[in-house]
């Protein structure tokens, strides 16, 4: 029986520990923790939820361990409503992130991974019977991500890939998506400043984005390109703002927006994910989207 998804996103599941700090401690320093919150995360993990608030339906696609915070996450999961029949489960354990956040919304991250590893070929698990309008990678499940991209291109179904940081998965897919949507941060390591970075990136991929933060982004589709600003807000935790970004993105996709909407319904769900504590806590939802997007600020 095949299962009809708005947008499908591939990549990376964590369980995050979310310390609110006074500020960043420095060497040899010990400092106490105002509050702490524990969520499930990843940027594809968080694309998906943030596409269920809106309101669509999703699919997510990833490893957790079965653990703990694997359990935990995989619960959030279904109580978004996202489908995670695509979730495989094994005994390395789940990636954990500890988070610190201080009162002016910047953070810090510390990552463990220990001996997980991304799914083979031979782990993927089995797409046939999904049928996605949009599907989302973020690079960090590269070997079932080739084989998908591939076989998303032939069904003429978009494709776009969340590029937080270079490294080996988002390198392999950055020329096979349709919109290459990334971070400041991918945009210094690939060429050094973001506007060189998009000429760059804009001979690989049809459609290319670079959001910067607080500076809103710049955009290249095809000879065109543009610059949309930031709505202003002021940042509680910026932690998730760019998975918001990504999942409210690939949703406008799905719902067949012009492209002027689309970026201003993705910086609507990242502007309000800056508004909360935590990432998977601040994605916002359909209603308090709606409010936001439908001012019309620009």
């Not at 995050?16 to 923790?33: C, M, N, Q, W, Y």
């Not at 094994?90 to 992130?97: A, E, N, R, V």
């Not at 956040?101 to 810090?108: A, E, H, L, M």
Request: aromatic residues 6%; contains cysteine; hydrophobic residues 40%.
């Amino acid at each position: 029986m095949t299962t009809n998804i708005d947008v499908l996103c591939v990549g990376h599941a964590s369980y995050d520990l979310i310390f609110s700090v006074s500020r960043h401690p420095g060497a040899d320093e010990k400092t106490v923790a105002d509050d702490l919150l524990g969520c499930g995360g990843g940027p594809a993990a968080n694309a998906a939820v943030c596409a269920a608030r809106l309101g669509l339906t999703s699919a997510f696609a990833s490893y957790l361990g079965r653990d703990l915070y694997g359990d935990k996450h995989l619960q959030e999961l279904n109580d978004a409503g996202v489908n995670t029949e695509l979730v495989v489960r094994g005994s390395s354990p789940t990636p954990l992130s500890t988070i610190l956040v201080s009162p002016d919304g910047k953070r810090c991250l510390i990552n463990y991974k220990g001996d997980t590893q991304a799914l083979s070929a031979d782990d993927a698990p089995d797409f046939t019977d999904v049928r996605a309008k949009v599907v989302l990678f973020d690079g960090h499940e590269p070997f079932i991500s080739l084989a998908l991209v591939e076989k998303a291109r032939q069904a003429n179904i978009p494709t776009v890939l969340d590029a937080g940081s270079v490294h080996e998965g988002t390198l392999a897919l950055m020329d096979k998506v349709d919109y290459l949507v990334c971070s400041e941060k991918f945009a210094n390591q690939y060429a050094g400043n973001e506007h060189k970075a998009l000429s760059q990136l804009a001979e690989l991929a049809p459609v290319v984005v670079v959001t910067l933060g607080e500076r809103g982004l710049i955009w290249q589709r095809g000879n065109e390109q543009g610059a949309v600003p930031a709505y202003p807000v002021t940042a509680v935790d910026t932690t998730g703002a760019g998975d918001a970004f990504h999942g409210a993105f690939a949703a406008a996709l799905a719902l067949g927006m012009d492209w002027q909407s689309i970026l201003r319904y993705a910086s609507a769900a990242g502007t309000l994910c800056c508004m909360k504590m935590g990432a998977r806590l601040g994605l916002p939802s359909r209603e308090e989207h709606a409010l936001l997007f439908n001012q019309g600020l620009y």
